[in-house]
Every structure is written in structure tokens, then in C-alpha cells.
């Protein structure tokens, strides 16, 4: 099975400021990767898909990029409802593998 | 408007079985893969199992491989997970998703314990 190494596995960041999230794969999954959003106790909401395409209704200041190995979720100008925690998701190979996590909090 | 309701959630001994049904409406049904993910109490998402849509093929996790098996009843609208061999680490909540996963349900608790 793919392994996906999300890092880091938590942050914390301010209202305003960009962060990234990355994720690598144990082997090539071209861009099939997707990035989810989960807020405690809700269901994960898709962002990313296809490694930098936006999913319908998400804001434009999440983005997506990488192929291959290397991918990363980029949050320009962090909102209060950020705050969360994310998923990068490998659909290349059965079965699916996501990665750890990476909790955002609030600094 | 996308919809999935899953039931069939329940606590169960372990060794026990138990078979979860995934309610899907608003799409067409047929033409979608469905998935199974769970999450552990304060754990992170762990992908469990899939199904193409005419149900010709089914993808499993090492972890549920042998003890776990999907199906879908296309007349019905509808996925199963028939669990069997149940352990604690398979206590979680689980979901069932729309192809991409760009769709879910609410998701139904699973505990195992006796």
C-alpha cells in the first residue's frame, strides 16, 4: 500500500498569515491527491483535488500543488475558520490512504 | 443536493458481527464508487474499503482485509459493510463517501466491547 507522511502534524499560525501543509507519498501517484478540511465533530469537507484543483464553493485562498511525491496545501491569509484540522488523501491506488493530520490552531 | 445516510451502527462483543448500510439520494447512484473511511475517537481518517459502481470490484485495507466485506444494491440505492471478527481497534465512526470523497454521510458509531 501507498504511505502518505503528512508533515508537520500540527501548527499553530495567526489570522493573516500563510501556511503550508505537505505530504509525500512512498511512490508515485502522478496528482491524484486530494486535501480535506475537518472541524471537530463535522464531517471532512474536499478542498483540493486532482493536487490543485479547487473544489466548487471552497475559498480561492487555499491551493494546491505537487505531482508525483511531493504535494502541498498552501492557505493564503489564514481566516478564523481555518482553524482546523487537514487530510491530503493519495486516489491513485487501491485501497486510498490518507495521511496522519496536520492540526491548525490559533497562535 | 448529494445525500448519505449511514445505519447499522451498534456495540458488539468482540468476535461479533455487524453490517452497516450506506443510504445514498441526489446523484445517480449507479454511476458513483462508494467508500467506507472511519475515524477512531480522537483519531485521524483511516480509508477502509470501496466498491465500483456496477460492484464488479472491491478494495480493502490491510487492516479489514478477510474479515470485511462491501457490496451495493444498485436497485436499492445502497452500500453494506458486512463486519465480521470485530476487534477494538474497529471501534470507530464510520462514513461512507461518493467517489472522489467529495461527498459524505453523517457517519454511524461502531463500539466493540464487552
Known amino acids: 500500500d501507498i504511505q502518505m507522511t503528512q508533515s508537520p502534524s500540527a501548527m499553530s499560525a495567526s489570522v493573516g498569515d500563510r501556511v503550508t501543509i505537505t505530504c509525500r507519498a512512498s511512490?508515485?501517484?502522478?496528482?491524484?491527491l486530494a486535501w480535506f478540511q475537518q472541524h471537530p465533530g463535522k464531517v471532512p469537507k474536499r478542498l483540493i483535488y486532482?493536487?490543485?484543483s479547487l473544489q466548487s464553493g471552497a475559498p480561492s485562498r487555499f491551493s494546491g500543488s505537487g505531482s508525483g511525491t511531493e504535494f502541498s496545501l498552501t492557505i493564503n491569509g489564514l481566516q478564523p475558520e481555518d482553524f482546523a484540522t487537514y487530510y491530503c488523501?493519495?486516489?491513485?491506488?487501491?485501497?486510498?490512504?490518507f495521511g496522519q493530520g496536520t492540526k491548525l490552531e490559533i497562535k | 443536493e448529494v445525500q448519505l445516510v449511514e445505519s447499522g451502527g451498534d456495540l458488539v462483543q468482540p468476535g461479533g458481527s455487524l453490517r452497516l448500510s450506506c443510504a445514498a439520494s441526489?446523484?445517480?447512484?449507479?454511476?458513483?464508487?462508494i467508500h467506507w473511511v472511519r475515524q477512531a475517537p480522537g483519531k485521524g481518517l483511516e480509508y477502509v474499503s470501496g466498491?465500483?459502481?456496477?460492484?464488479?470490484?472491491?478494495y480493502y485495507a490491510d487492516s479489514v482485509k478477510g474479515r470485511f466485506t462491501i457490496s451495493r444494491d444498485n436497485s436499492k440505492n445502497t452500500v453494506y459493510l458486512q463486519m465480521g471478527s470485530l476487534r477494538g481497534d474497529d471501534m470507530a465512526l464510520y462514513s461512507c463517501?461518493?467517489?472522489?470523497?467529495?461527498?459524505w454521510g453523517q457517519g454511524t458509531t461502531v463500539t466493540v466491547s464487552s
Open positions: 441526489g446523484f445517480t447512484f449507479s454511476s458513483f464508487a
Open positions: 488523501l493519495q486516489q491513485n491506488n487501491y485501497p486510498y490512504t
Open positions: 466498491i465500483s459502481s456496477n460492484g464488479g470490484s472491491t
Open positions: 486532482a493536487a490543485s
Open positions: 511512490q508515485g501517484i502522478s496528482n491524484s
Open positions: 463517501a461518493r467517489g472522489g470523497l467529495d461527498g
